[in-house]
């Protein structure tokens, strides 16, 4: 019998119990070993629920607990989350976790608690929801040296640039729309502004380097002001417009972004739309790999989560990185194709976009303007050219 506690019984924590309920018999067979919740610690009680009886308001129930092998934490933020965790991997207890700000901010701390107590500190459910993007960089493809990894990382925006897309509607009857269905919290800034996607970029960028990548090292940019008129220029265009995260290697460093991008019908995430997400890998050796599914809710995210608990059962352990800082490269050397708007008739678009070298004009049907997709340029040389232009609107990088 190996018993395990879990940390929060919100949206993912009761998608560790009802997995368990569902297919106790299927994960006791892979993992050779009867699992057993025997706690579960949150503020609220919870009457009339299966797990009632175990349910606890007290860490000290799990901490002092010899039974308890491993403990999974579900909680989100970083404290109490991180001395509890602490204290845990110290005292020789596994952690498996889904908090990507934990994770991010303070894995190394983690990974050093987990090597002294002798302890897995495992966190493939803090990327990626259910697509086992952790693991297969970590264990599949560690033979390459990767180059770029990118993808869609975040349900909530994709959820409301699709329905923008298809629905024609504004970001605020979107926006609206992905509260009521539950797909955005109360307080959806962390997603719309990027924050939620860099940390998980950052996650992937220090597996990568073996180095911490902290959030604060990741440009990022929201969708905050992608209107309407954005879309039908992304129609025009046969494009599509997504949040993309993006980490590219050079030099034995990193220049990572999250930014909306006009995604072209031929790229592999122009098609990946609602609350999905999709991670694409480019190694020297593998080429490119997608990995692609759900990668948020209750049931996808808690199946990451048993996939690091039978991990760990078996006595698997997961990549770390270090402390050492890793190198950031300068962002501004970084170079994409640029969509613009600009105010004006289309018959003046000659003078401005030979300013930027080349390029066809393109009309949304909006008065008084015109956009166009720059050649590729770094975005040091963007910031020079754009500074020219009198009428100039907003850009979008092209992915």
Request: net charge negative; proline share 3%; aromatic share 8%.
């Amino acid at each position: 019998m190996y018993n395990i506690a879990i940390m929060g019984f919100g949206v993912i924590g009761s998608g560790v119990y009802d997995i368990a309920r569902k297919n106790g018999t299927l994960i006791e067979g892979r993992a050779g070993e009867e699992i057993r919740i025997k706690r579960i610690l949150d503020l609220r009680d919870f009457d009339g629920h299966p797990a009632s009886s175990l349910i606890t308001h007290s860490f000290d129930d799990i901490i002092n607990d010899p039974e308890i092998s491993l403990v999974v934490e579900t909680m989100g933020g970083v404290e109490p989350a991180f001395s509890f965790e602490k204290r845990l991997l110290a005292s020789g207890r596994h952690v498996v976790t889904s908090n990507k700000e934990l994770v991010e901010e303070k894995g190394f701390e983690l990974f050093e608690a987990a090597r002294e107590g002798g302890a897995l500190f495992l966190y493939e459910a803090s990327v990626g929801g259910g697509i086992p993007i952790i693991r297969n960089l970590t264990d599949c493809i560690v033979a390459d040296r990767i180059d770029e990894i990118s993808g869609i990382l975040n349900g909530t925006t994709n959820y409301i640039l699709s329905s923008m897309t298809d629905e024609g509607i504004s970001y605020e009857e979107a926006l609206k729309k992905a509260l009521e269905l539950g797909y955005a919290e109360k307080d959806p800034s962390a997603d719309v502004e990027g924050l939620d996607a860099g940390r998980k970029i950052a996650i992937l960028a220090s597996i990568v380097l073996g180095k911490t990548v902290h959030l604060c090292d990741v440009v990022t940019e929201g969708i905050t002001g992608i209107s309407s008129t954005d879309f039908s220029y992304a129609r025009e265009l046969n494009m599509s417009i997504k949040l993309v995260a993006e980490a590219v290697f050079e030099c034995g460093g990193v220049r990572a972004l999250v930014a909306p991008r006009l995604v072209p019908v031929t790229n592999s995430l122009h098609d990946v739309s609602g609350v999905l997400n999709a991670v694409t890998v480019h190694g020297d050796m593998s080429d490119t790999l997608m990995f692609y599914g759900r990668g948020a809710g209750s049931h996808a995210t808690a199946s990451a989560v048993w996939a690091d608990i039978i991990s760990a059962v078996r006595g698997a352990g997961s990549s770390s990185w270090s402390g050492e800082r890793a190198l950031i490269l300068d962002p501004q050397e970084a170079r994409h194709a640029f969509f613009v708007r600009i105010s004006g008739s289309i018959e003046s678009a000659h003078e401005v976009i030979g300013l930027f070298g080349g390029g066809s004009p393109v009309s949304a049907k909006k008065r008084g303007e015109f956009g166009f997709v720059t050649p590729v340029m770094s975005e040091a040389e963007f910031s020079l050219k754009s500074a020219q232009l009198d009428g100039f609107i907003k850009r979008i990088r092209v992915k």
